[in-house]
Structures are given as structure tokens and as C-alpha cells.
């Protein structure tokens, strides 16, 4: 523990110089530095939670906050938080004059735990005798002992959520409102709606949103409000409903910022003492937000939350846990969703000894779906082998296009690998160059469920009839119908992932 003490300690500064070092001090600051004056501003309230320089002394703890909630010097948090509760014990519960007070304006602006919002103009403070400030009125109002103590017992809270009790057994007696931010109010509301599925906005640009929300040096709260959030979003990252890889990306970097933060956690716990994530992930969201804010959390705590068990979700070997499992599934889904697509291993099962397509087996493959085969392969494996200049044949490259517009008759349950290769192969397909007019008319037929019998028939015309009213291939096979089919394939597609090109 530091003690300081003597000839040239912190309580020969002057208050002026004191206030100035208070507002240097932040989570970046090396500890040598910062935990005398914390330490120091921690025992002056301490030695008097009540009395005439009490609400200096509290403003000084809360000025330096952001500093305490990350990692100060051993034992330097529990100081601050046993003075912190004295000061609200002593302060509070007398009642006041004042019809509010600054501290319920700043918690609808609060940020993340920063309570810096709460602290006023320290060189104002009423002690110095320096006159009445511009805003006489607010200025008491800050000074008096019930907001005093409220910004003390909500400092506290930022530094040991959901604990009215010191370690020495000091108790705060002051309620702290449910107010939430209004920043996380606006967020929650977009968020919630994507998470229910009727997106307000743009999903993606929701969830990388919440994504990139982490400081570099959050609170307690304020990290397992994070890591709840991202866990209760991340089912809906790799559904498939985003077309794009950027959400996905700001998800992933976003876990491993945290699990970075929570490296090396470990608990006493059992499995079995750990809380059990929400399982409707609009109400763990809510939860997660709640978490961010002192507001918030006194919600959770009047809605019914035991603090025992709202308290496991401070513990960090669980969040690593929790954290650590949405980035499996994100990388899982991630890979299934935007990775490139293995396809090699289909030549084998679709193109027989003489390299050319085996028409049978994609007949097979396309009446019975064979669950061993995903078809997102086999159309990006199609788009590939048509944008292949060694396939030069008319006939194979009508068949491969034929396949790959039977895949996009459902263009909204497409990934965005095996979208994005199929609609740079539909693009050179719209535009291939037409040679005479069309001769069949209007007799085009939609090959449609009729694909698997029409490759058949290309395969063994003597074996298996063609189907349609006895249409001849190159009706099947026409390029003004092909060119105009993959046309509006490609305006389905590119409505899909919302490029409009």
C-alpha cells in the first residue's frame, strides 16, 4: 500500500495544483504516478466523509475514476470505494431545498462509466471563497451534500457493481435512479429491432455499431456489458442475413479486443456458478446495456436481479468464456459465409474420364439434393468452371449456366461467397455476345424441377425422353433465352445484397 507522508507530500500542494494533477490522472497513467494521489485523495475523505471539505475530496475520487476502474496499485480500488461509501453514508438521506440536481442530467449523458460527467468546476467549489460562479444556482446545487453523495455512491458502483458494501463493511445509503443513458437507449432501440428481425435500419452497420463500442479501457460494467451484447447479437451475424463480410469482421476484431483485455482471468467458481446467458437475445442485449451504465444497472437491480447473480456476470474467467465462444461461431460462420469456397474436390464426383461434365451425376445430385454435396459448392463450383477460358464447348457452358440458374431461384438464402462468384459469372453470362434472331418465338420453356430430366436426356437422348412437350435441346439451350434468363437472375442477386449495379 502507498503511503504518503513527510516533507514534500501531496498534502503540501497547493489545492490549486492538487486539482490539476486530479485531472491528469486516467487509465493510462503509470501507477507510480497516479496511486499517490488517489491514495491520498482517498484517505483525506476518508478522515472526514462529512464534513465541510468531504464533497471536494469525493469529486477528486470521481475526477480520477477512469484511472481506479482499470488497474490501479493493489488495494488502491477497495480505498477509494470504502471513502467513496462513507461519504454517501454521511452525506446522504438529510434532504435538501433544491427541486433537482446535476447528477440526474448527467446520467442521461453518461458514457460507458465515464462519471466524469458528475464532477463540477472543482476551482468553484464554495470552501475557496472565490464568489458566486455564472450559474449560482447549478453551482450549489453540485455542492450540496445529496448530489455529493449520489456521485459518490455512483462512483462506486462503476468501481464494484451491484455492491453497497465495502470491504470494511461500509454501506452506502443512497439509492441510485434508473436513469439509462441516452445513448444507449437510441442504440438498444435500433439494435433490438435487428435482433427480433424487423431491422429498423441497416443490420450490419447495427452490429458493427455495437461491435466497435469498446473502449480501450472499459469498467467492469462496461466489459460485461459488452461481451453479453456481442454474445446475445452473434447468432444473428452469421445467419446469413448479412450480405456483407464488414459487420462480421468489426464482430471478430471486436471479441479479440476483449479477450485480449481478460487474457490470463481466472475464478473460483464452478461451471455450475456461473450465470446462464439469456436466452432471447433482444432481452440479453437489453441486459448487456444495462450493464454499461450506473443507471442501468440500478434497473437491473429493482427489476428483481438478485446481486449475487448479476454480480457473476462481473466475473471475467466467465466472460472470457462467454466471449471466447461468439468468436467461434463467428469465425465458423464467417468461413461458411465469406471465406472462398473449397470446390476442387467436386471435379471427380461431376466431370467423368474425358474431363468433360458427367451430366448424369449432376442429375442425381440436383433430383435427390445428396446431403453429402452442398450445393453452395456446386454453383460456385459451376460459376468457376464457366469463367474458365479452357471451357469452350456451348453446349457444357448452357448446362453450367443452367445450374448455376436453378441455385439462384431463391436469391435471399444465398451466402455472400457463393453469391459474389456467381454474380461476376451471371454478369459475363448477361452479356454474351447473340448471334442470329431468336427462331423458337415464345417457346422457351423454365427448365425449373425439369433440369435433372433435361441433363439426363443430354446425357443419353436415346435412354430418356426430353422433357416439356417434347421441346428439342437447343430449344432448352437457346442463348437469347439463356442471355435474358441470366439477366434477370442477376437483378434478383444484386437486389439480394442490395447492390443495385
Known sequence: MIENSGPGSLHSLPLDELIAAWGGVGPRSERADADPLVVDCARRLAADPGGEWAPLWTFGLVTMASYVAWR??????????????????????????????????????????????????????????????????????????????????????????FNATGTAGTRGTTDIPSVIPRKDSDALRWLSSTLCDHPYGDPGWELSRLALSLPDHPSKGVQAGYVAAMHASQWYAVSGRITTPEALDDMIEGLEKVLAQLAGSTCAHTPAEHPEPHSDPAGAAQFGFYLRSPGGRAELAEGGGRRGDLRGWLCPAFLHSLADDALDELREGYAELFAPRETDHLDEEFLGADGRLALDR??????????????????????????????????????????MLWYAEDPYEIPYNAGTELRDALRTAAVSPLGAECPHGATHPDTGDRLPSLLDHLQAPGESPAPGDGLTPDVWLCPHHLVERAQEALEELDDAFDEDE
Open 362 to 403: 449432376l442429375a442425381r445430385l440436383l433430383d435427390d439434393e445428396d446431403p453429402s454435396i452442398d450445393v453452395d459448392d456446386l454453383a460456385v463450383w459451376a460459376a468457376r468452371r464457366y469463367m474458365s477460358e479452357r471451357i469452350s464447348d456451348p453446349r457444357e457452358r448452357a448446362v453450367l449456366l443452367l445450374v
Open 72 to 161: 490501479p496499485g493493489e488495494g488502491v480500488a477497495g480505498r477509494v470505494v470504502e471513502a467513496l461509501l462513507a461519504a454517501d453514508s454521511a452525506l446522504g438521506g438529510g434532504g435538501c431545498a433544491h427541486e433537482a440536481h446535476p447528477f440526474r442530467a448527467a446520467l442521461e449523458r453518461i458514457d460507458d462509466d465515464e462519471v466524469g460527467v458528475l464532477v463540477p468546476e472543482l476551482r468553484d467549489f464554495p470552501a475557496f471563497g472565490r464568489g458566486e460562479t455564472a450559474d449560482a444556482e447549478h453551482d450549489d446545487a453540485s455542492w450540496c451534500p445529496t448530489n455529493v453523495a449520489t456521485c459518490a455512491r455512483i462512483t462506486a458502483d462503476v468501481l464494484t457493481p
